[in-house]
């Protein structure tokens, strides 16, 4: 088993559970933690959080160092919107942070209430892929 060269875990409000749970309505602080985890400087990272899911509430998602192009559900964070992505020393660290709100109980109906996933999905040109599912609960 090999360590990729750029490691990353996400958390939901502090949780790195890999099925994190929140309330309808309710707002989500979500922070990437990265890793060099080679010997040299890995230059011109990007992170890359594809949103799906139609229990988010589009509106509500902010990036802190990082661009949300609404049109794609992407949040993009690289050397353009955070300088410190530019070149990582060897086993230099760093966070990539952004939030959003789920929509209430009673605004999404149908099938999307029962265990509706939204996928996060982080790409670096550096070979790394991280899978996450949310999920939002109607009740509080």
Request: contains cysteine.
């Amino acid at each position: 088993i090999r360590r990729p060269f750029v490691s990353a875990d996400i958390f939901f409000n502090g949780s790195d559970s890999a099925n994190f749970v929140s309330s309808a309505g309710s707002k989500v602080e979500a922070v990437i933690k990265w890793r060099n985890n080679l010997a040299y400087q890995v230059s011109d990272v990007s992170i890359i959080v594809n949103i799906n899911g139609n229990t988010v509430n589009k509106a509500s998602i902010q990036a802190d160092d990082g661009y949300y192009k609404s049109s794609d559900n992407i949040i993009t964070f690289n050397k353009a919107t955070d300088r410190t992505l530019g070149s990582l020393e060897p086993g230099q660290e760093g966070e990539s942070k952004f939030s959003f709100s789920s929509f209430g109980a009673g605004t999404v109906t149908g099938s999307a209430l029962i265990n509706p996933p939204l996928f996060w999905i982080f790409w670096f040109p550096v070979r790394f892929d991280c899978y996450q599912t949310l999920y939002c609960l109607p009740f509080s």
